[in-house]
């Protein structure tokens, strides 16, 4: 399948979006104002909450966050000035959610300067790939933390992931040094632009980037190709608004319902226009499932879903035909930036999920 970003300027905003052949997989703006994941700041402890078990944490002149005392290296105290970073950002009336276990995230690896840990993405599955990136890891990891090797780095050559460690590094000694300096309350370290931060993160190759603007991407190594509007060609809007109604209909005929709760979301799948051939109702509804499973892993990225998620399935009598589902949304969620895990089905034929909580995309 081909793979191309779009990027398009409007009124001075940059949109980008990434297509699979005619699929929209992604869409965002430009980084929103605010505190953002993975930024990095000095802040002040306005006050302590022991009965939540947390500190609030004065990032800026308008923004406090959300310090889990479990998520503190030492036990803060009201004044303090504390390095914090973003974990989770704002959601509605939730402050952003902050820890002291800095990771700086590369393309390959993840640097955790305060934990002195060597660990793998669950989603390398090749014994051979896991045990070669072990023993890397092991060899290069700085000697004051530790490194997650990423899922792209399975298919790696040493040599880029070794610069990509040495990158994250030298960028942590600089954070490292801007604290020094900092006064509290202040932004230390931001995260990198919208763009940088896709082509950091995206899973497998990207054929091409189609840009308005060509000249405005100097530092891409991936060629880019003009296109007056990109968004137009491959009818972004329209695909986005497809993807964003509460009933979203499947290519077979059948749909699905899409509610989101304070809580968690909800994913309703029917059957509605479909109805299979003379091969049986558990076949049917195996299909229907199968090709349910690949829109939601799709969906869940394009909305942004995170938190729980709660899928109901057509019903399936056969215990094949749920783990073949289960294993079909597993590999669909596999090319997903952010980590998603399976739980499997509920003693009720629910599907249970999670998805970890990012910035809102638009």
Avoid at 51 to 62: I, P, S, T
Avoid at 123 to 150: Q, T
Wanted: a neutral charge.
């Amino acid at each position: 399948m081909s793979k191309r970003v779009l990027i398009e300027t409007r009124e001075g905003k940059r949109r980008i979006a990434v297509m699979e052949d005619q699929r929209l997989l992604c869409l965002k703006d430009e980084a929103p104002q605010g505190a953002r994941t993975e930024q990095i700041y000095l802040g002040v402890v306005d006050r302590l909450a022991p009965g939540m078990e947390a500190a609030f944490v004065r990032l800026g002149r308008e923004t406090t966050g959300f310090l889990p005392f479990s998520e503190c290296r030492t036990k803060p105290r009201s004044g303090d000035a504390v390095p914090v970073q973003v974990k989770k950002p704002a959601i509605g009336d939730k402050a952003p959610y902050l820890t002291q276990d800095v990771a700086l995230a590369g393309r390959y690896a993840i640097l955790t300067p305060y934990a002195k840990r060597i660990a793998l993405s669950k989603k390398i599955l090749n014994e051979g790939a896991k045990a070669r990136l072990a023993a890397l890891a092991e060899a290069i990891c700085p000697p004051e933390g530790g490194l997650v090797m990423r899922t792209e780095s399975e298919n790696a050559d040493e040599e880029s992931i070794r610069r990509d460690i040495e990158g994250l590094r030298a960028e942590w000694l600089k954070t490292l040094s801007r604290l020094a300096a900092a006064k509290a309350p202040c932004l230390i370290r931001d995260t990198e632009d919208a763009l940088a931060r896709l082509l950091r993160d995206e899973r497998g190759p990207i054929e091409k980037i189609l840009c308005d603007d060509p000249e405005a991407l100097q530092d891409v190594s991936l060629p880019v190709e003009k296109c007056e509007r990109p968004f137009t060609l491959f009818s972004v809007d329209a695909k986005w608004e497809k993807a964003c109604q509460k009933k979203v209909w499947l290519d077979c005929g059948g749909y699905l319902i899409v509610e989101k709760t304070e809580a968690l979301t909800v994913i309703d799948v029917n059957s509605g226009k479909y109805t299979g051939n003379r091969s049986g109702t558990e076949n049917t509804f195996l299909r229907l499932n199968l090709e349910a499973a690949r829109e939601i892993a799709r969906l869940m990225r394009l909305r942004s879903m995170g938190g729980i998620v709660i899928v109901d399935f057509v019903d399936m009598q056969k215990e094949e035909s749920r783990q073949a589902v289960l294993s079909e949304l597993e590999a669909c969620v596999r090319d997903d930036p952010v980590k998603v895990a399976l739980h499997g089905f509920t003693s009720l034929g629910l599907m249970e999920l999670t998805r970890k909580k990012t910035d809102a995309q638009i």
